[in-house]
């Protein structure tokens, strides 16, 4: 079992749309949980955070089950902008972070 | 505000060659990364350090070599370039976090894009 698993996609969506992206992981020692986005050809930049009460910045939501090794990401009314990859990411305490391999966003109007 | 730089932005090399990626950061950072990204493949760690003179081996070390001699700079080298380590490369840094793991945030140079023939 990969240690960060998410759907690759793509998930082509028009703009205004609601969209839902999920990830598993396997370490239950996992203490840390982010979302990355990354722009073609372009280096990997922190989209926000993920904390066990869950959390919004602007559009984006973010959950996190613990329980059952889950994170999902939440981008309300989607704009062109938004077109990316989005990488989950988990790291354990003293180690360096695991990348999902990421989900496609393509975004039309 | 530079961050993260990395020299070169491209390269090729032939098969054999050999050559050293630099990375610099300018925000006092502990930890430094190097990472490949291969279509498919996701981000792959290659080796880490932890402080200044300390480096240790990722999930994909072989072939390459790092050394860290001054905080600010991580350097990766490839001894005998092969075409299986065409790819691009990013180097990234962080604190050295001891409590609150939600601050273990990577910040990411813009890459080298490397290309063995």
């Known amino acids: 079992r990969k240690e960060v698993e998410q759907d690759p996609g793509p998930f082509n969506v028009p703009e205004g749309a609601t969209v839902a992206f999920n990830c598993t992981y396997s370490?239950?020692?996992?203490?840390?949980f982010f979302w990355y986005r990354q722009d073609c050809r372009k280096e990997p930049k922190l989209l926000m955070s993920?904390?066990?009460s869950g959390n919004e910045d602007g559009r984006f939501t973010a959950q996190l089950n613990r329980a059952s090794q889950y994170i999902s990401l939440l981008i309300r009314d989607s704009k062109l902008s938004d077109s990316a990859t989005y990488l989950c990411?988990?790291?354990?305490?003293?180690?360096?972070?695991?990348f999902g391999k990421g989900t496609t966003l393509s975004v039309s109007s | 505000n530079a961050g993260v730089t990395q020299t070169p932005k491209f390269r090729v090399l032939k098969t054999g060659q050999s050559m050293t990626l630099l990375c610099a950061q300018d925000?006092?950072?502990?930890?430094m990364y190097w990472y490949r990204q291969d279509p498919g493949m996701g981000l792959r760690l290659i080796h880490y350090?932890?402080?200044?003179?300390?480096?240790a081996k990722g999930e994909v070390p072989d072939g390459y070599n790092v050394s860290r001699l001054k905080k600010q700079n991580f350097l990766l080298g490839l001894e005998s370039a092969a075409p299986s380590q065409t790819s691009v490369y990013f180097c990234?840094?962080?604190?050295?976090?001891?409590?609150?793991?939600?601050?273990?945030?990577?910040?990411f140079g813009a890459g080298t894009r490397l290309s063995v023939l």
């Open positions: 350090s932890v402080g200044e003179g300390t480096t």
């Open positions: 925000m006092n950072h502990e930890y």
């Open positions: 990234a840094s962080s604190y050295r976090v001891a409590g609150d793991q939600a601050k273990n945030i990577q910040y």
């Open positions: 993920v904390y066990s």
């Open positions: 370490n239950s020692a996992s203490q840390s």
């Open positions: 990411v988990v790291g354990q305490a003293g180690t360096a972070l695991i």
